[in-house]
């Protein structure tokens, strides 16, 4: 166990160099940042200044090399656009993306899981066809178009959602105001302790967590139905029917709890998924989180900001995934060999 937690955790460090280079190439395409976000604004002796300041009148290769030790010593750069340290930035909006995250996962297991399920149980007949279809429906709707629909139903026409934000005006002034503060609203709200503010963190989360929440619900649905068939097929279920065990205990009792497996592992190519999903859900429903930011930046052209929210995006990708493997490989020890 030992040995495979030591090397799946030293296959971080590769991982997250090639996206840190492949990252600065691609941003490097475009020419120097400074020019591409202030070259409209600045006179070319002002511009040339502020390129030898900041070392982008060097080789690009002495560039890299001094960019990948300020990576690893966790200095990701300033902000061009509002001259803010690029690590502040994460902090501050990194925990909103993480919180929508969360909501995500909640909604993609409720609905997921429970209708793989049902799926499984009526194989081969109407609702299993329906269900799969729905599946393809969650998966294949793009996140914005998804976002606005349920904008328009819940917001617009029931007017029971708030359409955008994280919280009112009062709500997010107590959150500037909490001493402490996570900046994971649903967190900072226990803590408040008013049951108002804990309504309204909860109500605006509701719509980007299903919005993004559905698209994983979707996998999850025909991942549960895939394998829990595949495991009422096995001896021991055919044991347990041939002694009288009825099919519905057999599903959720027999065969639920070897098909969770293969979810755990997806789960961290889904976190992969849900950042993604979630630049767009954000920007959707002004959710002020890293995706948010991040088309901010990319309007701006502030190419440094943008390099810094990925290269953390990437890490917290690898990160989560070498947490699902360790989960896996103690749920089923097969896979450390």
Not at 64 to 87: K, M
Not at 112 to 135: C, E, Q, S, T
Not at 153 to 165: D, E, M, R, T
Not at 311 to 327: K, P, Q, R, S, W
């Amino acid at each position: 166990m030992w040995r495979y937690l030591v090397v799946r955790f030293l296959l971080i460090i590769p991982t997250v160099f090639i996206l840190v280079t492949l990252v600065f190439i691609l941003m490097r395409t475009t020419g120097d940042p400074i020019t591409a976000a202030l070259g409209d604004r600045l006179t070319a002796d002002q511009l040339a200044e502020r390129i030898t300041a900041a070392g982008y009148d060097r080789p690009i290769f002495v560039q890299y090399l001094e960019y990948i030790g300020q990576v690893f010593t966790g200095d990701f750069g300033t902000t061009l656009s509002d001259n803010r340290p690029v690590i502040e930035v994460l902090f501050t909006y990194g925990a909103a993306t993480l919180e929508l995250a969360f909501y995500a996962l909640i909604v993609a297991f409720i609905v997921g899981i429970p209708l793989g399920m049902v799926a499984a149980y009526f194989r081969d007949k109407a609702p299993d066809a329906v269900l799969r279809i729905v599946a393809i429906l969650f998966y294949a709707t793009p996140v914005f178009f998804a976002g606005m629909l349920l904008k328009l139903v819940f917001s617009v026409w029931l007017k029971v959602l708030p359409v955008s934000g994280r919280g009112t005006t009062n709500t997010e002034l107590e959150m500037q105001l909490l001493e402490g503060k996570t900046g994971i609203y649903l967190w900072d709200a226990l803590r408040i302790g008013d049951p108002g503010i804990l309504g309204d963190v909860l109500a605006h989360a509701i719509l980007p967590g299903l919005t993004l929440g559905l698209l994983t619900a979707g996998i999850f649905l025909r991942l549960v139905r895939t394998n829990v068939i595949g495991t009422l097929s096995t001896d021991y279920v055919d044991a347990g029917r041939s002694r009288g065990v009825s099919e519905f205990r057999l599903v959720t009792k027999h065969a639920y709890r070897p098909a969770l497996i293969p979810i755990i592992t997806v789960i961290g190519l889904q976190i992969a998924l849900l950042l993604g999903g979630a630049v767009l859900t954000e920007t959707t429903f002004e959710w002020k989180g890293l995706g948010f930011q991040l088309t901010e930046y990319l309007q701006a052209r502030d190419f440094v900001a943008v390099q810094g929210i990925v290269v953390l995006l990437a890490v917290i990708v690898a990160l989560t995934n070498f947490i699902v493997d360790v989960i896996a490989a103690i749920i089923d020890p097969r896979v450390r060999y």
